[in-house]
C-alpha cells in the first residue's frame, strides 16, 4: 500500500488561530480523503480533496472552516481556520487504492487551547 | 445515507476465546465493507475487507461474513491474544460513490 505521511504530528494552538496539515503520499492517487476522529469515536468524513478542482465537502463541513487544497496527485492540504476548543480533534487524510480500499495517514493530534 | 451501525461497544473476553462484532448497513447499493483496527494513538488499520459477490472470507484467525439480504456482515477473531486489543471499526461504501461510511466502534479487550 501506499506510504502515507502527516504534518505536522501534533499541535497545540490557541483559539482564533489557524493550522494547515499536511498530507503527502508516496506514490499518485486519484482520491485522498479529510476525516476528523473527535477523542473516543469514529471517523468522519470532511471532504474528498479533488484533483484541479474545488473539495466536496459533507454535511455540516464548509469551505471557509475547512479550506482544502489538492495542487496534484501526492500532495494534499487541510486547514483549520479561525480554531476554538470544539476543533481539538484527530484530522487524518486517507487514499483510496485498488476499488475503493482507502488507507490512513498517522493523523494530526491538534489541541486548542 | 447510508447508516452503519456497530454492536458491541465493548467486548471483553479471556485469551484464546473468540470475539464477534456485528454491524449492520442501511443502503442496499453498498458493496463493499472493510474492517479496520485502532490501536491507542495509531492510525486505523485495515485489517480485512469483503464484496458483495462472497459471503465469507477468512486470514488467519481473522474471519468476515456477509449476509446482503439482511444487511449484516460481521468480524470474527479467534484464538484472540492480548495484542487484538484495540478498537475496531467496520465500514460500508458503494462502488463510484467515494464516500465510506464507518461505525462507531468496538473497543475489544483481551484478557491475559
Known amino acids: 500500500s501506499a506510504v502515507i505521511s502527516q504534518k505536522p504530528s501534533r499541535d497545540i494552538c490557541q483559539r482564533g488561530t489557524s493550522l494547515t496539515i499536511q498530507c503527502q503520499v508516496d506514490s499518485q492517487v486519484t482520491m485522498m480523503f479529510w476525516y476528523r476522529q473527535q477523542p473516543g469515536q469514529s471517523l468522519t468524513l470532511i471532504a474528498t480533496a479533488n484533483q484541479g478542482s474545488e473539495a466536496t465537502y459533507e454535511s455540516g463541513f464548509v469551505i471557509d472552516k475547512f479550506p482544502i487544497s489538492r495542487p496534484n496527485l501526492t500532495f494534499s492540504t487541510l486547514t483549520v481556520s479561525n480554531m476554538s476548543p470544539e476543533d481539538s480533534s484527530i484530522y487524518l487524510c486517507?487514499?483510496?487504492?485498488?476499488?475503493?480500499?482507502?488507507?490512513f495517514g498517522p493523523g494530526t493530534r491538534l489541541l486548542v487551547l | 445515507g447510508e447508516n452503519v451501525e456497530q454492536h458491541p461497544s465493548t467486548l471483553s473476553v479471556q485469551e484464546g476465546d473468540s470475539a464477534v462484532i456485528k454491524c449492520t448497513y442501511s443502503?442496499?447499493?453498498?458493496?463493499?465493507f472493510p474492517w479496520y483496527k485502532q490501536e491507542l494513538g495509531k492510525r486505523p488499520q485495515l485489517i480485512i475487507d469483503i464484496r458483495s459477490n462472497v459471503g465469507e472470507k477468512k486470514d488467519q484467525r481473522i474471519a468476515v461474513t456477509l449476509n446482503k439480504t439482511a444487511k449484516h456482515f460481521s468480524l470474527h477473531i479467534t484464538e484472540t491474544q492480548p495484542e487484538d486489543s484495540a478498537v475496531y471499526f467496520c465500514?460500508?461504501?458503494?462502488?463510484?460513490?467515494?464516500?465510506?461510511?464507518f461505525g462507531a466502534g468496538t473497543r475489544l479487550f483481551v484478557k491475559a
Open positions: 486517507s487514499v483510496e487504492e485498488a476499488a475503493e480500499t482507502q488507507y
Open positions: 443502503d442496499s447499493a453498498s458493496n463493499y
Open positions: 465500514a460500508a461504501s458503494e462502488t463510484g460513490g467515494f464516500k465510506t461510511i
